[in-house]
């Protein structure tokens, strides 16, 4: 299979730190994507890893462990536009497609 | 500025109708997906192609039909029979396999 978990939902404070996890199958495995998705807006594009170790982007920093099966999203100094639900993908060998994680809906609290 | 656009924006069918979603893109990007979103929930992949003239079912076929005529263009069919089509649906694009590139999406109601 090509489950992929995610939390379902998380709340955090304006100006913290949060770590959004994604597990998913290792089998295959040819990167890992990372999408913020507002309410009723389209997915917009992130992050994304293909070997091991840390991203950094900005406030937004996206870790990978191939072995694991496992990648973090991080996200600094929260405001309150990072409410919104974030989506990991999983991509497999060439010809195949995406497969999106159920999404974690970040709420950001003043 | 190139992109994918999605139309219409709201779209309401009435029991037994067929409607058709327009994708188009500028991108010069190969590959096309349809996906569709539930509140609450993820994307699940409708239909997808690789190349002109050729398209694959994805996981929730059913009920649905494509067509890829154009590089550009992948129109979207919920036929009748899609029983419960209400959703938020989306097209995207991708070069080399990996999807990049959302369309701002279509909403789906039955009236």
């Known amino acids: 299979g090509q489950n992929i978990d995610q939390p379902t939902e998380m709340t955090a404070t304006e100006g913290a730190i949060v770590q959004i996890n994604c597990t998913y199958q290792t089998s295959g495995f040819n990167g890992l994507f990372w999408y913020q998705q507002h309410a009723g807006e389209a997915p917009t594009f992130l992050s994304y890893?293909?070997?091991?170790g840390l991203e950094e982007k900005g406030r937004f920093s996206s870790f990978l462990s191939r072995s694991k099966g496992y990648s973090y999203l991080l996200l600094k100094e929260l405001q309150m536009k990072d409410s919104a639900s974030y989506l990991c993908?999983?991509?497999?060998?060439?010809?195949?497609?995406?497969?999106f994680g159920p999404g974690t809906r970040l709420s950001v609290l003043p | 500025d190139g992109g994918i656009t999605q139309s219409p924006k709201y779209l309401f069918r009435k029991e037994g109708q067929n409607v058709t979603l327009s994708c188009e893109q500028n991108?010069?990007?190969?590959?096309m997906y349809w996906y569709r979103q539930d509140p609450g929930q993820g994307l699940r992949l409708i239909y997808y192609s690789q190349i002109v003239n050729d398209f694959q079912k994805g996981d929730i076929a059913e009920g649905y039909s494509v067509s890829r005529e154009k590089k550009e263009s992948f129109p979207l069919t919920v036929t009748s029979a899609q029983k419960n089509p209400t959703a938020f649906y989306l097209c995207a694009s991708s070069i080399r396999g990996y999807v990049y590139t959302f369309g701002s999406g279509t909403r789906l109601t039955v009236v």
């Open positions: 890893n293909v070997l091991d």
């Open positions: 991108l010069n990007h190969d590959a």
């Open positions: 993908a999983r991509a497999g060998n060439y010809g195949q497609n995406f497969v």
